[in-house]
């Protein structure tokens, strides 16, 4: 059993397996780049998304290609030459066939029923205020085209275990006013939930404080130490070294360069999302929605609308794009009545790890000992990251996760 662990990383995956740890009396030491404030772990939309499928999905690379050089398209790819990229997009294209795409739903839906239980429990459990709501959430459609592939996608999630309701539009519009008229309808995947991710993010690094972690921000890695074929510990960018009985990589899309200083392979590419938080119309909607066409999330957070989403496949910056913000109220608009007359509060955009296969990494690192990888949730963290921590920790202390981990180790790549 390792007591002494070093967590490279303070997303969601990070933060839950320290807390994980630390609350079955490990020595856990979390070290994370910047404050845990301004990541992808809590700028992303706020879903709780159990049963929800990966980002590659049938059909879906040939019909991104007209989105891809257009910057207010829902996904954008400047042209910039990265050979990574290129075998990335390759990898995504083959994972976008039937039986690949069928195998992920099987491994992903296998995952959410215990996510969606781990972070109820966990917000159940510490009293975590952070919006909490579980009370659905609707996948809305503007186009008979839209409404038809919804009700498939919901046909398959229920053989897998996960309820939904199918709503025409004046259905939709009686539960939530604020749909425009000529919005088709909806699925209402009832087993899903909401929150806000800043408020649930600083709460848990509250709780592993208190559970006797220690938390170090503003201390970036810049390599994994490794000695006769086992990681040893890390060293910090100020040449200060860290050792430990083991090491957790769970450090979004800079895993991949981390790794390879241990020698482990990791391909991922980021994928560049946007918020921009506005005032709530006269008329809001009071449950988190996705607006399909669109691929816009909606989350009633804050007092007002969180509006989330987009792909930008731009590399590892923080380069901001303003058409993109601007993309995601135009998108709102066309779904939801009034939001032309709301004000920005604020806008963000941060950087999801995103691997080919649209398949997270978890599990132990290949060729080297003691070394544990948890990354890769893409658009999936916030509802599967507790899960992943807490499999994370009981891989390391019991050997044996209470969920199998099959298909998502990092001996695929």
Sequence with gaps: MATNTLIVGGGIVGLS??????????????????????????????????????????????????????????LYLPPRFDPGLVRWLFGFHR???????????????????PARVCFRTLVDEERIDCEYRPIGQLDVFRTDAGMREGEREAALLRRHGYDSEILNGAELRRREPAFRPGVRGAVLYTDRAFANPAAFMRALAERVRRHGGLIRPH????????????????????????????????????TTALARTAGVRIPMQAAKGYHAAVTAPATSVRTACVLAERFVAVNPIDGGLRLAGTLE???????????????????????????????????????RPCTADGLPVIGWAPRVRDLFVATGHAMMGFGLGPLAGRLTAESILDGTPSVALEGFGADRF
Aim: proline share 4%; charged share 20%; glycine share 14%.
């Design 17 to 74: 397996a320290a807390y994980f740890l630390a609350r079955r009396g490990a020595a856990v030491t979390l070290l994370d780049t910047g404050d845990l404030e301004g990541g992808a772990s809590s700028g992303n939309a706020g879903l709780v998304a159990a049963g929800h499928g990966p980002l590659p999905r049938p059909g879906l690379s040939l019909r991104s290609l007209r989105w891809v050089l257009d910057q207010s398209g829902p």
């Design 95 to 113: 994972a976008c066939g039937r039986s690949r795409y069928d195998r992920a739903i099987e491994l992903l839906t296998a995952h959410g029923h």
């Design 219 to 254: 201390s970036p890695v810049a390599r994994l130490d490794t000695q006769a074929g086992r990681c040893v510990g890390v060293t910090l960018e100020t040449g200060e070294t860290l050792r430990a009985d083991c090491t957790t990589l769970a450090a979004g899309v800079w």
């Design 313 to 351: 496949f731009s590399g590892i910056n923080h380069r901001f794009v303003p058409k993109r913000v601007t993309m995601l109220r135009h998108g709102a608009a066309e779904y939801l009545e009034g939001i032309e007359t709301t004000t920005e509060q604020s806008v963000w955009c941060g950087l």
